[in-house]
């Protein structure tokens, strides 16, 4: 118990669509009985994209701020601890300490107005 986990089964209902403003991002925090898992969507329009909180350049999760995941502009994933950036499409580095490398992804769908993992 306690352990911080990288994935979670699907069809875990996390709120209605509208939990997240469009062209915004939400942390999402799930206590599960193998541990608990860190999250974060970004929505776009009606297409939501999930990534678990940790920046493959050094581990750590990515916003210092609740919900603090994009770049001022909203167009990129930003890491605010060494200014990382990732295309919220994919999650590939773009820019900073680790271009190469990707968000680990999290499966996640909109079904009926509401956002599941997938």
């Not at 493959?56 to 603090?68: F, K, R, T, Y």
């Amino acid at each position: 118990m306690g352990e911080r986990l990288t994935a979670t089964p699907p069809g875990v209902r996390l709120g209605p669509l509208d939990l997240i403003a469009d062209g915004a991002a939400r942390n999402f925090v799930l206590e599960m009985r193998a541990g608990r898992f860190h999250g974060f969507a970004v929505r776009n329009g009606e297409a939501v994209h999930g990534y678990v909180d940790r920046c493959p350049h050094m581990g750590l999760p990515l916003a210092q701020q609740l919900d603090a995941y994009l770049t001022g502009d909203g167009g990129l994933i930003q890491c605010s601890w060494h200014g990382a950036l990732f295309r919220i499409g994919d999650g590939a580095c773009v820019g900073g300490p680790c271009v190469g490398a990707a968000l680990t992804p999290w499966p996640l769908e909109v079904r009926d107005g509401a956002i599941f993992s997938a």
